[in-house]
């Protein structure tokens, strides 16, 4: 169907074999694990994937994997499963940013829709993270002076601003300036303040 | 034949007179000896009445008896009377004989001698007369000693009357000072009457001295009330047997009042009874505490039981949607496998699938029908907790002879909790720490304590001496059906882990470095902000 990848962690390696095959059979490439430091270790690739995680586990549970990704900027799409589907729990799963909550025994319906949205919405994630990484690159290839200019700009200071804060002139200012338009590759300074807000750089120094 | 006549005539004549006077002789001295006796007798008779009135008149005063002694004296009086009496109509005869004899033989009436055996016969008589006297007096003393040991007696008997008075007058104060209420029924009166009833029976009852007094006990309350433990105190009371009894009683203005009644036997020496003397103890306050305790012991109960339940369910849920799960997707799979063809198997496949939810159903509804109540949160003062919780497992911990020391931290801060399910654990964690302690006699002492574990959390230690935990067990023991007891369920450690948990808190256990294990939780301190 696509390159997709579906991860499942549950300590019940039954399910991991099932819900495995079920996905299987529905095109799906699935990668199962029965701990959830197996499914840290492993190298994910970047490609659109989700993960169906079981909330009761040895050692690390499903909300501290959770906690873990989010620390290591793994930022796959869970699905909790449960086989103690309560209203609080599945809360507590939607509000810490799941994007299902699948009471155990769950349809083949009701899974894969679940994993339709959690597969666009990663495809989202991916494309926006590989949209910042390019805007990371062309930050890189800033000078300091440029990266500097380029703080200042994207805090929306002016240019005599920036030059009497530095004390230069502002001409020197205007020339960095368009250095730095040109390296990030944008055409206006609303669209430089835009790539520096994805980026994150916006309310950062000072 | 002359001179014979003339011989025998004078010697006829000579006898037949003598042989008169001697009669005559002989009935005078006699009537003289018996005039003397009777008049010595009178006399003595009359002196022996006054000694006597004296002595009666001494012991009149005290002894009925000496009224009965006078009155002997009197009959012996008028016996003596009777006889002077006699004695005169003897001498009225005597007097008519005397004066027949006279006229008859006036010549002869001389000079006779008395014979001297006759005046030593009546010497005789007049000596017996004499020691009968004595005798008579004699009786007299010995009455009047006897008069004298009873006044003795007597007099002994009025000292021991005082001392006895004395005693009488304490015991009257100490009935009229206790908080029982007391009262004595006379058991030999047809209608039982109460013939006293102490001031704290007054207040007791409502009654006045006027309702209650003479009255029947058990009319007192009214015929309709109690009509069963009125039997049962009746009949018990007949078989001679003493009462006692708990019962709900009514005060004079309907009140009610739980009363502890008690009533006894009084006998007399012959062992009959005489009196009863009842009790009452007003057992409302203690029996208020009673049932107070027994309440929030049974809700407790109920809670636990419900919440085990809960537990037991939402366990057992888990453990078989585990394999319902990898059913419905393997069916499922399989019916994605062969898509389009084997309609037959694809048929049954969803019959797997369907069952399988029917199944999954049936637990979802069991789930939600014991589905726990939402824990009411408010500010708890852990101490206060605590000590509540452990009054409530007290009849327990004193069965199994165990003493509570408590190390309580002074002043701590409130935390937010359910009651309840806080009481839970700690019924919980003590209980098992009694169990723990069951096996050795050696230990007594369960030790509960608070103290700061940070500046955000109060830490509570169970802390026993008895058997401690496996090591092997250690891991296991917070699980869900993981049990050391026989017939445990394996659920009470894991409940308690989950509402500590729920609490904000954990739930940890660990040996003691000497003897037994210490169970110890941590439970967040009340922010200023969260209230």
């Known amino acids: 169907m696509n390159n997709s990848i579906i991860y499942i962690v549950d300590d019940d390696d039954s399910i991991c074999k099932a819900t495995s095959l079920l996905l299987k059979s529905n095109g799906f490439k699935v990668e199962t694990f029965t701990r959830a430091a197996d499914f840290l270790a492993f190298k994910h690739p970047k490609v659109p994937s989700c993960l169906l995680l079981d909330i009761r586990l040895p050692n690390i549970n499903g909300f501290a994997l959770q906690k873990i990704m989010a620390e290591q900027g793994i930022i796959t799409p869970i699905i909790f499963m449960t086989g103690f589907g309560d209203i609080p729990m599945s809360v507590k799963a939607m509000k810490v940013g799941a994007i299902d909550f699948l009471p155990k025994p769950f349809t083949e319906k009701k899974l894969l829709d679940a994993i339709t949205l959690a597969l666009s919405n990663s495809k989202v994630q991916n494309t926006k993270q590989a949209e910042i990484a390019k805007i990371k690159g062309r930050i890189k290839t800033l000078s300091p002076r440029e990266l500097e200019v380029f703080n200042f700009v994207a805090r929306g200071m002016m240019n005599k601003n920036i030059a009497s804060k530095r004390g230069t002139s502002l001409q020197t200012i205007k020339v960095h300036r368009g250095r730095v338009m040109q390296k990030m590759q944008a055409k206006t300074v609303t669209e430089l303040i835009h790539l520096a807000q994805k980026a994150g750089i916006t309310s950062s120094l000072d | ?531």
């Open chain 2, 1 to 531: 034949m002359k001179q014979a006549n003339d011989i025998k005539e004078p010697l006829l004549k000579k006898i037949i007179p003598n042989n008169l006077e001697v009669q005559i002789l002989r009935l005078t001295n006699e009537l003289k000896v018996r005039k003397r006796q009777l008049k010595q007798g009178a006399d003595r008779e009359k002196l022996a009445k006054e000694i006597f009135r004296g002595r009666v008149s001494r012991g009149a005063d005290r002894e009925k008896q000496g009224a009965n002694r006078e009155k002997q004296g009197a009959d012996r009086e008028k016996q003596g009377a009777d006889r002077e009496k006699q004695g005169a109509d003897r001498e009225k005869q005597g007097a008519v004989r005397e004066k027949l004899a006279k006229e008859k033989f006036r010549k002869q009436t001389d000079e006779l001698e008395i014979k001297s055996g006759q005046v030593s016969q009546g010497v005789h008589r007049e000596k017996q007369g004499a020691g009968r006297e004595k005798l008579a007096e004699e009786q007299f003393r010995q009455q009047s000693d006897e008069i004298e040991i009873k006044d003795g007696q007597l007099k002994q008997g009025a000292n021991r009357e005082k001392l006895a008075e004395e005693q009488i007058h304490i015991r009257t104060k100490a009935m009229e000072a206790t908080f029982d209420g007391i009262f004595i029924i006379d058991a030999k009166k047809p209608d039982f009457p109460i013939i006293y009833a102490n001031p704290s029976f007054y207040s007791l009852t409502g009654f006045t001295k006027i309702e209650v007094i003479g009255k029947n006990y058990f009319l007192l309350y009214g015929e309709a009330e109690n009509v069963h433990s009125s039997e049962e105190i009746k009949q018990t009371l007949l078989r001679g047997k003493p009462f006692q009894g708990e019962m709900l009683h009514y005060k004079k203005n309907g009140k009610k009042f739980w009363c502890l009644l008690r009533i006894t036997l009084v006998r007399d020496k012959n062992g009959s009874i005489t009196h009863y003397v009842g009790n009452k103890t007003d057992t409302t306050m203690m029996k208020q505490r009673d049932s107070e305790i027994k309440e929030q012991r049974e809700e407790l109960l109920h809670v636990t039981r419900v919440g085990k339940l809960a537990e037991f369910v939402s366990s057992l849920a888990h453990e078989i949607s585990q394999p319902l799960t990898a059913i419905l997707s393997y069916a499922q799979a399989a019916q994605r496998l062969i898509k389009d063809r084997e309609p037959q198997l694809q048929e049954i496949l969803q019959y797997i699938v369907n069952d399988d939810q029917r199944a999954a159903e049936v637990i979802r509804r069991l789930r939600y029908l014991l589905k726990k109540t939402k824990p009411a949160f408010e500010p708890i003062e852990i101490n206060s907790l605590i000590n509540d919780t452990v009054t409530l497992i007290m009849p327990d911990i004193t069965a199994r002879n165990k003493t509570v020391k408590f190390e309580l931290v002074t002043n701590p801060p409130s935390i937010c909790g359910d009651r309840i399910q806080l009481q839970q654990v700690l019924l919980n964690l003590i209980s098992n720490s009694l169990e723990a302690m069951e096996g050795n006699k050696d230990s007594h002492e369960l030790v509960i304590r608070t103290s700061h574990k940070d500046n955000d959390r109060i830490m509570v230690e169970v802390k026993d001496s008895g058997c401690g935990i496996p090591t092997e067990n250690v891991k296991k023991l917070f699980t869900h059906f993981f049990t050391s007891k026989q017939d445990g369920l394996g659920m009470g450690l894991s409940i308690s882990r989950s509402i500590v948990e729920a609490h904000g808190g954990h739930l940890e256990a660990k040996n003691n470095p000497v003897h037994g294990a210490t169970f110890y939780f941590t439970i967040p301190i009340t922010k200023k902000n969260d209230q």
